[in-house]
């Protein structure tokens, strides 16, 4: 019998530790009702004492029916605990690169198997290289944020799926646009080839001046040069825009990429009125330089 399952990539949201943990108190309520639900099927054999039975399925429960979060950090360090402590620990690291929750860990150790019903989150924190020589420039910024539901009912999945989703889907930018497949495409299209077209017109002046009396292979290839030369600022700058606004952010690291996103925020923010790529839709945020030197809400 197939069971119903939802795998659901995790894109373009701006989150804190306080979000995640308000995500693991929802995601614990769904994993303390299933406790309940297999618990109260066990029968209580007729040479057990009633307070040993309890006893004996708080402790299961307590044991098996448990999440596991793991914080790793940018400098390979890992920090794993089973409640919320995890999230206000002063061993975090310092940059964290992703949170990873499940609750099958804890039940596979007691039951030597897999829950039937078992979810896995993970939240990758992870921003682009400037320059990306290992992933196609046009395919989408590589990823590993999702959502993994597996269960015997929709009930669950649904459950499961909601109390995620009721978290993240307020914390959701506009930054899925850069990110996504043919992106840097569309963008050389509309900007670059033709801001490309645009300087060599009006650089044709001097460089008729300065070659116009050589070659006519040189003149030609001051343009090929310039034309070029644009063609690899916008990919410099493409990256740069992906990787000063990463498609999955904690707003707890500030590294460089963070200071760089104040000042860009800063500038379109004062150049257009509205809220840059970092704003979260659904929040009626000030400007960033409105709200001093931290993006932090």
């Known amino acids: 019998m197939r069971h119903p399952a939802k795998q659901i990539p995790i894109k373009a949201i701006r989150i804190s530790l306080d979000d995640i943990r308000r995500v693991y108190d929802r995601l614990k309520i769904q994993v303390d009702a299933e406790a309940e639900r297999i618990l109260a099927k066990f029968v209580k054999p007729d040479d057990k ?55 099958v860990v804890a039940f596979e150790l007691v039951a030597n198997e897999k829950p039937v019903n078992r979810f896995s989150l993970n939240l990758d924190f992870s921003e682009p290289p400037l320059l990306d020589a290992n992933n196609f420039v046009s395919g989408p910024t590589p990823n590993n944020s999702n959502l993994q539901v597996d269960g015997d009912n929709d009930a669950w999945v649904s459950a499961v799926h909601e109390a995620v989703d009721g978290i993240i889907r307020n914390r959701r930018t506009g930054r899925r646009l850069i990110h996504k ?11 670059a080839l033709p801001f490309a077209f645009w300087l060599c017109s009006k650089l044709s002046g001097p460089i008729e001046a300065w070659f116009g009396s050589l070659h006519s292979v040189i ?27 990463p498609t999955v952010e904690i707003t707890n690291n500030v590294d460089h990429s963070s200071r760089h996103r104040f000042f860009l925020e800063c500038y379109y923010s004062w150049a257009t009125g509205q809220r840059g790529l970092g704003a979260d839709k659904g929040r009626n945020y000030p400007p960033p330089c409105q709200r001093g030197k931290s993006l932090n809400p």
Do not use: C
Not at 220 to 245: D, E, N
């Open 219 to 245: 003149s030609a290839g001051a343009y090929v040069y310039t034309f070029f030369v644009v063609l690899f600022a916008y990919r410099v700058l493409f990256g740069y825009t992906k990787w000063a606004f």
């Open 49 to 103: 004492r009633e307070s040993d039975f309890v006893a004996e399925k708080a402790d299961l429960k307590s044991r098996a029916f448990r999440i596991t979060v793991t914080v790793g950090g940018r400098d390979g360090s890992s920090l794993f605990g089973d409640d919320t402590e995890i999230f206000s620990s002063p061993n975090l690291p310092d940059q964290i690169a992703y949170v990873y929750m499940t609750n």
């Open 181 to 191: 497949a043919f992106a840097y495409d569309f963008g050389m299209f509309v900007i």
